[in-house]
């Protein structure tokens, strides 16, 4: 601690807010169990979610989306069901939980979807749809993001431990989370909403999908901000950090660059919605999202650390490999597919 940091920004704050301690189970929990149990869930909700166009009885065509005690039921029953096919099949088990930290990270990645919600809801609100849609989205969306934030970071950043170590896929509050996995169950998870909703296509959707997502990342980053995570290599630029929790050398904060890039994106998005009274061509605002912040984040690569080990000496990082073919789509999607001089009127019902 005795060498000195210059005029540069110290960081050191506990990524703690709180910690209670450990929780001791009355009974082992398997961990197969519980992801089998959200397969389950996720699965039990896609079925329960009523498809107007096929049914017959018109009364039935105006039901609401599932009761919210049908989901906590689902959910319980989901449960139980994935811990008894795991008392005869060997798993790895849990026998307490905790120590339980209340972390900083987990209270802005809960902002970055109580503003979504808000957002979606103005969105959804402009375009005459219902309350009930939008819960049943945002459900479809967090446990997308949950899952392929996990699931990226396992394959693409560390797949070889996690074959050998199974029992730490499930562990999220260890850290390990990827954004690219998150974008890629994000667009299957409105796939497959969208195939409920017979008045309702994907482009549109992902057009207004996106721009809660674009103010959720902000968030999310400044996040990894605290955890003193996802930093940069080694620079004497003025806005350097010192990150003490992992090193006294003034490096690139490297995720506030992606939490400035995601608010900047966020804006962009906003003006285009507004700019076409609401209404904006399908697909335009969506590939917009798509090459804004995945070639910033291409961009901002060059000034992180490597997070894949095992691709240190590769001419482009895991991050960029991830990043082109999502601009790539995005290109294709403003080029060929959107037309600006149209403004959209299908969901004007």
Do not use: C
């Given at each position: ?304 650390m490597p997070q894949a080990n095992f691709a240190a000496n590769w001419p482009l990082s895991m991050g960029q490999i991830l ?27």
């Amino acid at each position: 601690m005795q060498q000195s940091i210059g005029n540069y920004f110290y960081w050191d704050t506990d990524p703690n807010m709180l910690n209670i301690g450990s929780i001791h189970l009355p009974f082992s929990i398997s961990i197969y169990g519980i992801i089998l149990g959200l397969i389950l869930f996720f699965w039990g909700v896609n079925k329960m979610t009523p498809d107007p166009d096929q049914s017959k009885n018109k009364r039935r065509r105006k039901q609401a989306e599932p009761e919210v005690w049908k989901i906590w039921a689902l959910g319980i029953g989901a449960f139980v069901l994935g811990q008894i096919v795991f008392i005869i099949i060997p798993s790895p088990m849990i026998h307490q939980i905790g120590p339980i930290r209340i972390r900083w990270y987990g209270l802005l990645f809960a902002m970055a979807f109580v503003s979504g919600y808000f957002i979606e809801k103005r969105l959804f609100k402009d375009a005459g749809r219902t309350l009930e849609e939008l819960e049943m989205l945002l459900t479809y969306i967090l446990v997308a993001t949950i899952i392929g934030a996990r699931l990226g970071h396992v394959i693409f950043y560390d797949l070889h431990y996690y074959l050998t170590h199974p029992s730490e896929i499930i562990k999220i509050w260890h850290g390990g989370l990827a954004s690219h996995g998150a974008a890629i169950a994000i667009i299957i998870a409105m796939w497959l909403y969208v195939r409920k909703k017979k008045d309702m296509n994907f482009l549109w959707l992902a057009d207004r999908v996106v721009m809660p997502v674009a103010i959720g990342g902000a968030f999310i980053r400044l996040g990894n901000f605290f955890n003193s995570e996802i930093i940069g290599h080694v620079t004497h630029v003025p806005w350097a950090v010192v990150f003490a929790r992992v090193d006294m050398l003034p490096r690139h904060p490297s995720m506030l660059y992606e939490s400035v890039l995601s608010i900047l994106t966020f804006a962009l998005l906003w003006w285009v919605y507004r700019k076409y009274d609401r209404k904006p061509p399908e697909g335009g605002i969506f590939g917009i999202f798509l090459i804004l912040l995945f070639t910033g984040r291409f961009l901002i690569e060059y000034t992180k650390m490597p997070q894949a080990n095992f691709a240190a000496n590769w001419p482009l990082s895991m991050g960029q490999i991830l990043s082109i073919p999502l601009v790539l789509y995005g290109v294709w999607l403003v080029w060929k597919k959107v037309d600006w001089k149209k403004q959209t009127t299908l969901q004007d019902t």
